[in-house]
């Protein structure tokens, strides 16, 4: 984990720390759904086809648990999947309002396009 820190890791404070954990171990479980889905494609052998497609199955799932702790513990995540998950509509990139999330977010900063004022931004809702 230490080769993968940006920061000295003294600096960091704990929940830094266990999101980093948590983040990494999402990159690794979606590194062992691809390795398994390549396998499954790869083999020709339907006994092991089948063990394999056993694992890529549970690495979805670790995957899933992993991804649902940090959205519980990141109200950013949290807004983010809200917004874009389980959607009917064609649309993925921006659903609803059509503004790019790189837009809203410069806006909750405070930030704002050249010529126009930046709203102040509203409070962030709790993580439930």
């Known amino acids: 984990m230490a080769a993968s820190l940006r920061e000295a890791r003294e ?4 929940r830094t720390m266990e999101m980093h954990r948590a983040l990494l171990s999402l990159i690794e479980e979606l590194e ?5 889905a390549q396998r499954v494609a790869a083999s020709r052998d339907d006994a092991l086809k089948q063990v ?8 979805k799932e ?8 940090i959205r519980r513990n990141d109200s950013g995540f949290h807004d983010s999947l809200r917004r ?20 809203r977010l410069d806006e909750s900063l405070g930030m704002a396009p050249p010529g126009r004022a930046a709203a102040p931004a509203p409070p962030r809702p709790r993580c439930p």
Request: proline share 9%; hydrophobic share 40%; aromatic share 12%.
């Open 11 to 14: 600096e960091l404070p704990p």
């Open 32 to 36: 062992a759904v691809d390795w398994y």
């Open 52 to 59: 394999l497609s056993h694992s890529l199955e549970e690495e």
């Open 62 to 69: 670790h995957a899933c648990m992993t991804l649902e702790w």
């Open 84 to 103: 874009f998950l389980f959607r009917d509509d064609e649309e993925i990139a921006h659903p609803g309002d059509g503004a790019p999330a790189h837009a």
